[in-house]
Structure formats: C-alpha cells, structure tokens
C-alpha cells in the first residue's frame, strides 16, 4: 500500500488517512501505526501532513467534535448521491474520488469568504463553464512528432536520448532527437510536463504552455524560449555556462537557482524567486535588475518591472498538486482551475459571484466533479455538470 504514498500530499488525499484525524477510533489508529512501523521512510511525510491539517482546520479551536462530524457526514451526504448514480466501473474509483472530496472539503473549510459582497439569491448570478476538448501533448523533434494522451516526464540525456515516461500508465519509451537543433514541447490545458535537461536542469511545464529547448546546450550558454504559459525551474549551476530563458517580453539571466516564469496572455507575466539570483532585462530595457528570493517582479506594457516582496508557496505550489490562495477572487480560482481541468469560464457579466474570494489549498484531484463540488460547498453556491457544460449558482 505505502507504494501509493509519495509525499505529504499524497496522504492528504486519502480517505482512509483523513478519517484518522478527522474521527479517529481504535481500529484507524492501529492501522497507522502498523503503516508508521513498516514504512519509516514516510514518517516524516506523515508529520507533514498532520502538521499541515492542524494549522489550518483540524484545531479543537477550531472544530468541536459535533462539528467535525458534521462536516464528516455533509461530505458523505454529496459522495452518496453520486453514488447512487454510479455502475461497478465507477465502484472502482470511488475510493480516490471520496478521500478528493474529502480533503478539498476540509483544507479549504472557513477559508471561503464573499468579504461582505453576497450575490442575490436567484439563477441570474451564475458563472458558466465548457468542458473544452482533450488534446495531447505534443514533443516535435525535427521534423518528428511525438504525441501522449497523459502528462509526462521526459529526460535527455548527453547523447541526445529521450526517456519518456508517461506518468498516468507508466508506459516508457526512448526516443532518438540527436539530430534536432530545436526542439517543441507543448502542453495543452489539462495536461502537464516534467523535462530533465541534460546538464542536470529540471523543468516543470504548466498547463498551456509551448516551450522551445536545444538537444545540445552550446560551449558557451544554455539557453530555452518559453512561447506561453508556465514553468518552474531548478536550474543546475555551471560558472562557464550562463542559463537564460527568453520569453517574448523579457529574458531571465540565472545564477544558480530555483525560480517560476508565467507568461500566460490572460495574465501578468512576472518571476518569482525562489532561491539564487536572477536578472531580468526588457526587450524596452536592456538595464539588468535582480531580483532576491521572496520576490516578484511583475513586467508592465512600458517594458519596465515592477518588484514586491512575495509568499512564494503560492504560485510554485501547482507542480506539487495543490493551488493555494490568499483572498483571491473567483474568477482568478477559476481561472486556475480551468487551466489546470481545460476548462473555460465566462467572466464576462460581472456578477458578484465572482467577487468573493478564496484563502487556503485546494488539493488538485484526478476527477473533476469533485473539484467542482468542493468548490460549491465552501462558497454556497450550487454546482451543475450537465452535458459537459458546467454552471455555478447562488445556493437558494
């Protein structure tokens, strides 16, 4: 079983894990304990977890007991109804989908707040989504074109080998890009991607993003473009080799470090810093600024950076499978989440359901409806998947 546990996250996902501290009893605390002793490489991951579940909602301050177990039986409550509708292919991924729900449900409880802005109570304040098409992910090498149906890890090696592993089937192939000087990663919405580069550079695409990368980094630099959308990197030191990522704006110098890039056009494009130094310069501006860990630079129409100092959890905790907000309004969440699930909202009426805003983690599940529910519930609001067309409304 510890084969499905990874990291901290992976735990704050199962159900069976959340009922121990949620509503312990004898049998659940046996059970992990018995895991605890066989597994102590998790342990640590296991007091992540916990740790992180008592600072946020599972206080006794916070919750009495009645009052987690009627947060524990309003989850049922939901999960039931969907069960009922469920055939024994569904049975099947009942488990992951239930401790989904579950943990959504709990981390963002009393962290859903509409600021004083409540919507009317009528079927006019509603925002509408679309189910938009499936694509794959796309590697052209040359003139090659590799497709994958699931999110992938792809690692390059020296002699211009590729490891492709596709993470949701765990089918593996080599591919041969030696003889490409450029190569074409693009992931759509819905999807993600982890590149290892050859010189040790670890790269994680978000949802919507084109990114160019050589097979062979040159004697002298290494350098990728990213055309839209996201990456976080973790980049290898190398004193003889400068690491520059160019996006259509402005260029980002690195030093040695772990930092975020977002370009996407719905968005202010800006770097985070996480750990190292980076400088940027505009394609207006050509003056190197540098940014310190903890800070954003946001890049403005004039070519010019404005700099902030940041919680940088929030906007790299995506490649660990979570989104973390910190008041942010709806349409921002959505925004995220349609990304992240290829879904697209309107944001077009105005209307007060998308001024409220949002504080706390949302756990990123495999099954959207569960999302979307979680969602609903912490909002009062009422969510409707009907067709693939999605609507949330006022809570009558």
Same mark, same amino acid.
């Given at each position: 079983m510890a084969n499905f546990y990874f990291n901290y996250t992976d735990f704050l996902k199962d159900e069976k894990f959340l009922r121990w501290q949620l509503l312990p009893d004898d049998e659940l605390d046996e059970y992990w304990k018995n895991f605890i002793r066989e597994n102590p490489d998790l342990n640590e991951e296991i007091k992540h977890a916990i740790a992180d579940l008592k600072t946020i909602v599972l206080n006794k301050n916070i919750l009495s007991e009645s009052d987690r177990l009627k947060l524990f039986n309003r989850i049922q409550s939901t999960l039931n109804e969907k069960r009922k509708k469920a055939k024994i292919r569904r049975i099947i991924q009942y488990g992951a989908a239930a401790c989904a729900a579950i943990a959504l449900l709990i981390i963002g +409880?009393?962290?859903?707040?509409t600021e004083g802005m409540l919507p009317k109570a009528d079927d006019?304040?509603?925002?509408?989504?679309?189910?938009?098409q499936s694509k794959d992910i796309q590697l052209i090498s040359g003139d090659k074109l590799h497709e994958y149906q699931s999110d992938i890890e792809v690692e390059i090696d020296e002699k211009g080998t590729a490891k492709v592993v596709q993470t949701g089937n765990n089918a593996q192939e080599q591919i041969d890009i030696s003889n490409a000087a450029v190569n074409k990663m693009i992931v759509p919405y819905g999807k993600r991607t982890q590149l290892n580069l050859p010189d040790g550079t670890k790269v994680w695409l978000n949802?919507?993003?084109? +990114?160019?990368?050589?097979?062979?980094?040159t004697e002298k630099s290494r350098?990728?473009?990213? +055309?839209?959308?996201?990456?976080? +990197?973790?980049?290898?030191?190398?004193?003889?080799?400068?690491f520059i990522v160019h996006t259509s704006d402005f260029s980002v110098k690195?030093?040695?470090?772990?930092?975020?890039?977002?370009t996407y056009d719905d968005s202010p494009h800006y770097v985070v810093l996480v750990e190292g130094s980076v400088g940027l310069e505009s394609t207006v501006q050509s003056a190197e600024i540098r940014l310190s860990p903890n800070e954003q630079a946001v890049f403005s129409k004039n070519g010019?950076?404005?700099?902030?100092?940041?919680?940088?959890t929030g906007f790299i905790s995506w490649k660990?499978?979570?989104?973390?907000?910190?008041?942010?309004?709806?349409?921002?969440?959505?925004?995220?989440?349609?990304?992240?699930y290829n879904l697209s909202f309107n944001f077009d009426q105005?209307?007060?359901?998308?001024?409220?805003?949002?504080?706390?983690?949302?756990?990123?599940?495999?099954?959207?409806?569960?999302?979307m529910t979680t969602i609903a519930l912490l909002s009062s609001t009422r969510y409707i998947n009907q067709n693939g067309q999605i609507y949330i409304l006022n809570e009558k």
């Open positions: +409880l009393n962290y859903f707040n006019q304040e509603l925002i509408i989504g679309n189910l938009l949802s919507g993003s084109v +990114l160019e990368f050589p097979t062979q980094f350098e990728i473009h990213l +055309l839209s959308g996201e990456i976080y +990197l973790e980049v290898d030191p190398d004193k003889n080799k400068s690195v030093y040695g470090t772990k930092f975020n890039v977002s010019t950076f404005s700099k902030c100092i940041v919680d940088v660990n499978g979570y989104l973390t907000f910190d008041k942010t309004p709806m349409n921002e969440v959505l925004k995220q989440i349609g990304r992240y105005g209307v007060n359901l998308q001024k409220r805003t949002c504080s706390g983690k949302i756990y990123l599940s495999d099954n959207l409806d569960n999302v």
